[in-house]
């Protein structure tokens, strides 16, 4: 998977430690370790106790839990330059989620105790933490208003236009980050659903498929189709 990376310039560069300093960076370095993923390797299970959390440099990792019945609920898909697990890491609970490589991966293992160094030292640093974490409740808030408010279309179209970025004027090509069965439960649908409407989406020339390439053709009609 390449050769070894720059674990300092690494965490530099993540959005949770652009603003630190090299001294903090450093606290951050010497408890920290890169980690390989083959693809469907699992990181940590379900009720698993992280005294370290994560973030991701390449690859996909999925975070999920098997219902009663034996189904996957995925919760996120996390990609590079994000991170999970800060919260199980604060809280000292067990996981509630188990985490899965959906390609091969690299991340990084940031260790608690250079987490909390870094917040005695730096109170910036500990805001940004805070606001990271806020801003994780508020996705899941976000999902659960989805859920509950918007059609199952509804749903599909806000993930394309969510992955298409800023809109232009011609068409977008979306490569999307998992196959359609993982896509499906991220958005609470079944892969039957899913597939009819991105069926229906192809019909009404809204969107192009092939595999997992999605073309929006016209991201204002996307935006104003009514279902």
Avoid: W
């Amino acid at each position: 998977m390449g050769k070894e990376i720059d674990i300092g310039r690494t965490l530099a560069n993540l959005p949770l430690f652009q603003q630190l300093r090299e001294n903090e960076i450093n606290y951050l370095v010497a408890g920290t370790c890169q980690i390989r993923l083959s693809k469907g390797q699992i990181l940590f299970q379900k009720g698993t106790l992280l005294d370290s959390f994560y973030a991701v440099t390449s690859g996909q990792i999925k975070l999920a839990f098997s219902s009663l019945q034996g189904n996957q609920k995925v919760v996120s898909i996390v990609g590079p330059g994000q991170s999970f697990g800060e919260a199980i890491m604060f809280l000292e609970k067990p996981s509630l989620v188990f985490a899965e490589a959906l390609e091969d991966s690299r991340l990084l293992s940031i260790a608690k105790q250079g987490i909390f160094a870094a917040i005695d030292h730096d109170s910036t640093f500990a805001r940004r933490m805070l606001a990271g974490l806020s801003m994780r409740l508020h996705g899941l808030i976000q999902d659960v208003e989805n859920y509950s408010l918007h059609s199952s279309t509804e749903r599909v179209i806000g993930f394309l236009l969510q992955m298409g970025g800023a809109p232009t004027n011609g068409p977008i090509d979306i490569e999307l980050p998992a196959n359609k069965h993982i896509i499906a439960s991220r958005l609470n649908l079944t892969p039957e659903t899913l597939s009819r409407i991105l069926h229906n989406l192809t019909e009404f020339g809204l969107i192009a498929v092939k595999g997992k390439k999605i073309t929006v053709l016209d991201a204002e009609q996307l935006k104003r189709f009514n279902p």
